[in-house]
């Protein structure tokens, strides 16, 4: 459940990108529970139609935008369809990825080149796309980022090269836009039950002894990165830009080696 009260987005509104599944959909219905209106943007219309559904379902407001991140125009048009519908933007967050195991010395250049065109070259794309709405409203940006962005980790270079993107893009933007009132922020999330990512990165037995390496005990949940993206969304950290909040329940403090002796490094 979250910690905060209801409402606390009335009256605005958001485009999550990666908004069909996982952190994204989660993210989206904290959004929509606490009263914006949210446009989902996802290449899966059907995925996107679900989380719209369960949004109004649960009396709130939301409307699909399909579209890939890797193409600007898309998102472009994506963007404006929003501000269209909503009146404006408010609050963009940036939550499509792709992810994959992979050794670096059998990675193909094609699979590096696309977990950089969804996670740093869609980012980049979202944030520069909407960037004109949001300044108009002095507007935030959320970025979702990963550990991997600066924990060495196992077959994990392209992901890391990606995040790693994704944090010095967000203090840049944060920098440049700071002027029009465009706060920019990531938040780094750890393991977090119920994701694509973590169940390819531990797959069957290996999760259990994972979950041994976390120095709270377990993983985290979605609702709880959920709750730390509407915080960034809120007058509660109006004075924030260019942050990064780490979510991962110590888990960087033990660096990757558990995780490399798991994968028979």
Known sequence: MSVFRDGLLAGKTALVTGGGSGIGAGIARRLARQGARVALLGRTAAKLEAVRDDIV?????????????????????????????????????????????????????????????????????????????????????????????????????????????????????????????????????????GTEGMARLAPGASREKMIQGVPLGRWGEIDEVADVVLFLCTPAAAFMTGASILLDGGTSLMGAARFFDLLGG
Not at 66 to 86: I, L
Not at 89 to 95: H, K, R, T, W
């Open 57 to 193: 379902a649960a009396g709130g407001q939301a409307l699909v935008t399909p579209a890939d991140v890797r193409d600007y125009a898309a998102v472009a048009a994506a963007v404006e369809q929003t501000v269209s519908a909503g009146g404006g933007l408010d609050i963009l967050v940036c939550s499509a990825a792709g992810n994959f195991l992979a050794p670096a010395a059998g990675l193909s250049a094609n699979g590096f080149r696309a977990v950089i065109d969804i996670d740093l070259c869609g980012t980049f794309n979202a944030s520069r796309a909407a960037y004109a709405a949001l300044a108009r409203r002095k507007g935030c940006v959320v970025n979702i980022s990963a550990t991997q962005a600066f924990v060495p980790t196992p077959l994990q270079a392209h992901a890391g090269a990606a995040k790693a993107g994704i944090e010095k893009l967000t203090r840049d933007l944060a920098l440049e836009w700071g002027a029009s009132g465009v706060r920019v922020n990531s938040v780094v999330p750890g393991p977090i039950e």
